[in-house]
């Protein structure tokens, strides 16, 4: 099945539209595609599970309409907005996600697309006290089904949410997919506005929370600092240039939300430009240079990272988002880890590191219109395993091919 994941993250600079061909087998002839025979591909014996298999097409990504961009900024915490921007945002961002799925169908999979699977636009995440309450992503489904032909699966976290879940990190059951089979602690990382870590123990529960700020802060004081000329710090060029301030640093790290035990979850709500005014305008002594300011909040979300991996003992992890594309980064995050975690890209896994997310949404909306479940309940904390998301028909009459006898546990990624 050939199926189209479309996301737009937390930065929210541009929809990825990636392509997939999906095919759900034994791989085998036992069962369970890992040649063991306990049905799982993880040697845990539950005797649960297939492999799915995910040929990759292509990305195509699309900068938002600076219209669009625009308004959305303008609308997120900790601004006001009304419910007339609430729609129109909802309309504007929907034919967005409509016209990249339209160009990723007719480009990547010469219009034969047979299912779209759109993330949307997060707007807003209901967490207060270590609990997520609510989430909002718009994108309304109808301009993708009109634009594409296709039936749209779509609002995919509201379902873990309201079976007591935190509604992130969603891909997780992904990350566990690519990740079992593999040799002591492996661990998947996206850093994108938020970071996020899921990790597979040796013999325990899998694990997967959100770190705290990816590119958010460092994304923030770029614009700040440049009055909106440069929307985030390219190739590291300003952190490279600073020295880290230790002070600002610990005030920086003194943030809760570090301390919250998994599974947890934040967003912007939090880790916003006036966050980081107010920490500034209550540290003593001089502000610092915007080189040092960037290098501190790039140093923040590497010690945070490494923060976070160290306590899973990880003896590798592979890294995804937007922040791979900045060597300052990934270079204080592997010396945060100080040898102990080999860091990699997701392509040593087979996904591009910019396309991961929206390979893993076009993974969980082929689940869904299969009738499977989509989150990893340990990981989510959610009540037990639920089918995520709505169902959007296309030109088409709907029909939904019968579920499996068993949910794939393992995801291979072949070669196009």
Not at 296 to 321: D, H, K, N, Q, Y
């Amino acid at each position: 099945m050939r199926v189209i994941g479309l996301m737009s993250g937390t930065s929210y600079d541009a929809i990825d539209a990636a392509a997939a061909d999906l095919a759900l087998t034994d791989g085998d002839g036992d069962g369970d595609g890992d040649g063991d025979g306990d049905g799982d591909g993880d040697g845990d014996g539950d005797g649960d599970g297939s492999t799915l298999y995910l040929t990759p097409l292509g990305m195509v990504s699309d900068p938002y309409p600076d219209e669009v961009r625009g308004a959305l900024a303008a609308a997120l915490p900790p601004a006001p907005t009304t419910l007339a921007d609430v729609c129109r945002l909802d309309t504007w961002i929907g034919q967005a996600f409509a016209a990249a799925a339209a160009r990723a169908d007719r480009g990547l999979c010469a219009g034969r697309a047979e299912l779209v699977a759109s993330h949307g636009q997060t707007v807003f995440h209901w967490a207060e006290a270590g609990r997520v309450h609510g989430t909002l992503q718009l994108g309304e489904p109808a301009w993708i089904a009109e634009a594409s032909g296709c039936p749209v699966v779509s609002g995919f976290r509201p379902r873990d949410v309201a079976a007591g879940g935190q509604g992130a990190p969603l891909v997780s059951l992904v990350d566990l997919m690519l990740l079992r089979g593999r040799p002591g602690v492996p661990a998947a990382l996206n850093i994108g506005g938020i970071a996020n870590v899921t990790a597979l123990p040796a013999g325990g529960e899998p694990v997967a929370f959100d770190t705290g700020p990816g590119n958010a802060l460092v994304d923030a004081a770029v614009r700040d600092l440049t009055g909106g000329r440069l929307a985030y710090d390219e190739d590291g060029a300003l952190a490279a240039a600073g020295r880290v301030d230790g002070p600002l640093l610990e005030r920086l790290l003194a943030e809760p939300y570090y301390r919250l035990p998994p599974p947890r979850t934040t967003g912007k709500e939090l880790f916003h430009a006036d966050y980081l005014r107010t920490v500034l305008a209550g540290s003593p002594g001089p502000a610092p240079s915007p080189p040092d300011l960037v290098a501190t909040l790039t140093r923040l979300t590497a010690r945070t990272v490494a923060g976070a991996l160290r306590p899973l003992r990880t003896t590798e992890v592979f890294v995804s988002g937007g922040g791979v594309r900045n060597p300052v980064l990934m270079g204080m995050l592997r010396e945060e880890l100080a040898g102990g975690t080999a860091v990699r890209g997701s392509e040593d896994l087979g996904l591009p590191a910019a396309a991961k997310e929206a390979y893993a949404f076009a993974v969980l909306g082929y689940l869904t219109l299969h009738g499977l479940p989509g989150n990893a309940p340990r990981c989510t904390g959610a009540g037990g395993p639920r089918v995520l998301g709505s169902l959007t028909p296309g030109r088409r009459p709907l029909r939904l091919p019968a579920p499996p006898a068993r949910a794939p546990r393992a995801l291979v990624v072949r070669a196009p």
